[in-house]
């Protein structure tokens, strides 16, 4: 479909959404794009690094030994 798009016609298009847009318009919602592609990579590294943080292995969920086999274990002895 857009194969047969030649260089002149998309000069021709980047003339008329200058035409109805103008350079301050575009300008503008260019950099909200950019920051808002930013804050999106900045999410996702911070998702990453809450997963990574959450897959560690730590002493804090061992259930080896509730307490309530360790209180049966101190009767027993």
Same mark, same amino acid.
């Not at 021709?12 to 592609?37: M, Q, Y």
């Not at 690094?49 to 061992?62: F, H, P, R, Y």
């Given at each position: 479909?857009?194969?047969?798009? %030649?260089?002149?016609?998309?000069? /021709? /298009? ?7 847009? %103008? ?10 794009? %950019? %920051? ?15 997963? *990574? ?5 730590? *002493? ?18």
């Amino acid at each position: 479909m857009f194969a047969n798009i %030649g260089p002149w016609q998309l000069l /021709i /298009i980047l003339l008329i959404v200058l035409a109805i847009f %103008g350079t301050k318009k575009l300008r503008s919602v260019g950099s909200d794009l %950019g %920051g808002a592609v930013k804050g999106f990579r900045s999410a996702m590294n911070e998702a990453d690094e809450a997963k *990574d943080q959450l897959s560690d292995v730590s *002493d804090d969920a061992n259930f080896d030994n509730t307490p309530v086999e360790e209180n049966r274990e101190n009767k027993d002895a």
